[in-house]
């Protein structure tokens, strides 16, 4: 049987907020998507298969991590990603140019080398370019690739902020040229230019240009306040591509996604739901719960009534207290079940919304709740 080619269309819009399609040879994807992290080629503290249960359609996991540990070839010669952590939805791969800069003992940044590094590990060198970054990514074998760029933390220095976001064009140009021809995969393009407004205009055109299956937003959720966020993603949403995905990379907190959503991005991304179930934090539909705190020490009530899967209404916060409390591994990997779910209850709650054209409300009711 052929492989289904890589595709997206929009099914519905309300206002700026898109109801679409996402088709891959390893499955569908219902936008607006979000994507659980695997970071390691696991998703901490919980099994694929529930990982799956929650409605979740597709995953990321990161070049960085993976070709420090356990290395590119291990993974290859199991069969790729998918195979090595028995793993049947799709996944996407981060470039690796992020946790260059934030975890890495930098070397150097060369125009035609790329990042020059030391692992934050073992402190073996690893150069890492544009090409070599595809050549991980294809050899993993993940669906969705991502472009090498340069991501660098918030600044007000608009002279640096260009010559990055020029320096992640050029390595965007050889990202596509390294990543060929394969209609049954993507390769998505980063805009970058922090946040200056002619900057994020002049990236996004020259990623047109260059013509990817995808466009991405990165370069936020580095330091910016939310409004800031926002306030770039009102233009550049509006001069994206209409019949392509829409990825803002590394968010985020619920109210960071209806923000978003409301603008116009189909995709994200994000640690915050598996990290903060891993200390106790628990994301609700009225608001979130600090686990830890004394007061649940005699509170028999479930996180959520409501939630059915995976019977995590048994649970009361009463005892989850205990867990966290006493240092015990459940605690975390209920918690962090939980948090995946309730992501992806409110990605479901948001597409039927659009598709009902209530959004706005929705939206309103729910953005300073969340």
């Given at each position: 049987m ?75 010669s ?42 934050h ?53 050889r990202s ?35 013509d990817?299956?995808?466009?991405a937003?990165?370069?936020?959720a ?61 994301f609700t ?24 899967n ?61």
């Open positions: 052929a492989l289904k080619k890589f595709s997206f269309n929009v099914k519905e819009i309300d206002n700026k907020a898109r109801l679409g399609l996402i088709k891959t040879h390893r499955g569908n994807i219902n936008t607006p998507a979000f994507m659980p992290v695997g970071t390691q080629a696991t998703i901490k503290g919980t099994f694929i298969d529930d990982i799956i249960k929650t409605g979740s359609e597709i995953i990321l996991s990161n070049t960085y991590h993976l070709m420090i540990r356990p290395g590119v070839n291990r993974i290859e199991s069969g790729g990603l998918h195979s090595f952590m028995n793993c049947k939805l799709p996944i996407l791969t981060d470039s690796g140019g992020f946790q260059v800069m934030s975890l890495s003992k930098l070397n150097k940044i060369d125009i035609e080398k790329g990042a020059i590094f030391n692992s590990i073992d402190g073996k060198k690893f150069i890492l370019s544009p090409e070599e970054s595809i050549r991980i990514q294809k050899s993993l074998n993940s669906d969705i690739v991502m472009v090498m760029d340069e991501c660098p933390k918030k600044s007000n220095d608009y002279k640096k902020i260009k010559k990055s976001m020029n320096l992640s064009m050029y390595w965007a140009e596509k040229e390294a990543f060929g021809k394969n209609p049954h995969k993507a390769i998505f393009g980063i805009i970058q230019g922090g946040l200056f407004k002619d900057l994020r205009i002049k990236s996004l055109e020259k990623l047109v240009e260059i990817f299956n995808g466009y937003v990165g370069g936020l580095v330091g910016e306040s939310q409004n800031e966020m926002f306030k770039t993603l009102d233009y550049v949403t509006n001069l994206m591509p209409k019949n392509k995905p829409r990825y803002l990379m590394g968010v985020g907190t619920p109210s960071d996604i209806l923000g978003a959503v409301k603008r116009g991005i189909d995709m994200f991304d994000c640690v915050l739901p598996t990290r903060s179930g891993r200390t106790g934090l628990a539909w009225n608001g979130r719960i600090n686990i830890r705190n004394s007061k649940y020490q005699h509170d028999n009530n479930p996180l959520d009534k409501d939630t059915i995976f019977g995590l209404n048994k649970y009361s916060k009463n005892y989850l207290n205990h867990l966290f409390n006493t240092n015990e591994m459940l605690g975390s990997m209920l918690l962090t079940l939980h948090n995946i779910n309730f992501y992806q209850e409110l990605m479901r709650s948001i597409r039927k919304n659009i598709e009902n054209g209530t959004f706005n409300e929705f939206h309103d009711k729910y953005i300073n709740r969340l």
